[in-house]
Every structure is written in structure tokens, then in C-alpha cells.
């Protein structure tokens, strides 16, 4: 398991509640990250719990929601600064439609890679970690995992050669913060609940060339 009472809140919400082995956010309206890309406008005040760390890491949570209007959304974050972070979430869309996505925002310009999907009551995350590289996979039933995308913070710095073949310690300047959030972009209001969290030694395997 993982405590995240220890947590650093960005943008901390009016209801929470974050015990032992839970996390649960209450969304404001008018609440969201993105930046720039298409849109043209920036938004960074959604509400995100994180912890930190200077290692390579899987981190797993099972995220549960009552969404109640388009856009609503939670999931997982990396959050770096303003302009440099990555989010996982299903965001509602209609009753015909959700949409299972993520955003990796590099520089101040974020992309958005989404696939559409019947709404479930909950999904599972996970997150792993390979020096400046990310592997984001998801679950339906906290069993099967599939991987939804790889992605590179430039932040960190470049890719080494031997970061895919081993699993070596990282400087502390390469330490980053990670976990939960929530958000409400539109005129609306939901509790995000986060559960099974769990924080392991890199699982994700060595590409063996």
C-alpha cells in the first residue's frame, strides 16, 4: 500500500478525505489542467494529491467515480510544473460515450490521445516509471492490463541507452511527483475515489535488444 497522508496537495480542494489506504476528492466546477494545444487556452487549477520520488517505480490505484457532465474526469498525474506534466483519466462525454485518454504535456503544450468506451463504475491504473520515460496502462478489472501509451517528459532530460536494459538508481534531481486527481471543467461536481494503491520497484520490463 501506499499513504498518501504524507501527500502535497497542488490546488487543494474544499471536501477531501485521505486515510490510510483512501483518497477521495469533491470536484469544483470550472476545474482543469491543459495548455495551450488547439484550444488556446490554459487551465491549472484541478486539484491533484502527490507524493514524491527519485526512483523508478509502478504505481497502481483503482480509480471510482459518479461522473455527472461532460468533461468530468479522474485518474493519475505526474505533475512537474505547469507546463510540464502528464494526467490519465476517462472523461464523460455522453450516455452513449466516454472517453479513455491521456495528456502528456511537454513545454507548455499539451496533446490528448483518447480512445471511446462504455462508461464503467471504475478503473484501475498503473504507472511506471524508466528514468525520464512513463509506461500508462489501464484495467477494468484490476487484472488485465493494457498499455495506452508511452511517453517521455523532457524535463528529465534524455533517454539513455541503458535505462530500457537495466534498472539503475536515479540522480535526485530526477525526482518527480506523481499521483491522484479530479476535475470538474464544466459547471458540475462529483467524488473521485481512490483506492487499491499500491507502490512497487519498476515493473515494467527491460527491452532486451
Request: proline content about 6%.
Amino acid at each position: 500500500m501506499v499513504d498518501f497522508r504524507s501527500g502535497s496537495w497542488i490546488n487543494p480542494p474544499k471536501q477531501f478525505d485521505v486515510s490510510a489506504n483512501t483518497v477521495s476528492i469533491t470536484t469544483e466546477p470550472g476545474t482543469d489542467f491543459w495548455q495551450r494545444s488547439y484550444y488556446g487556452f490554459r487551465n491549472d487549477n484541478a486539484p491533484a494529491l502527490q507524493i514524491r520520488s527519485s526512483d523508478n517505480f509502478t504505481f497502481t490505484a483503482k480509480v471510482s467515480f459518479d461522473y455527472q457532465a461532460q468533461f468530468d474526469q479522474c485518474g493519475l498525474i505526474i505533475y512537474l510544473d505547469n507546463e510540464n506534466w502528464f494526467k490519465a483519466s476517462i472523461e464523460y462525454e455522453n450516455a452513449q460515450f466516454s472517453r479513455l485518454g491521456s495528456v502528456v504535456t511537454n513545454l507548455g503544450y499539451s496533446d490528448w490521445a483518447t480512445a471511446d468506451i462504455p462508461l464503467p463504475q471504475a478503473t484501475w491504473y498503473r504507472l511506471s516509471r524508466r528514468g525520464p520515460d512513463f509506461l500508462i496502462e489501464s484495467s477494468f478489472d484490476g487484472i488485465e492490463f493494457k498499455q495506452m501509451r508511452i511517453f517521455h517528459l523532457h524535463k528529465l532530460g534524455e533517454t539513455s541507452p541503458e535505462m530500457g536494459k537495466c534498472n539503475p538508481p536515479l540522480p535526485a534531481e530526477n525526482e518527480v511527483s506523481f499521483g491522484v486527481y479530479a476535475c470538474s471543467p464544466t459547471d458540475s461536481s462529483f467524488t473521485a475515489t481512490f483506492t487499491e494503491m499500491s507502490l512497487t520497484d519498476c515493473q515494467w520490463l527491460a527491452h532486451l535488444v
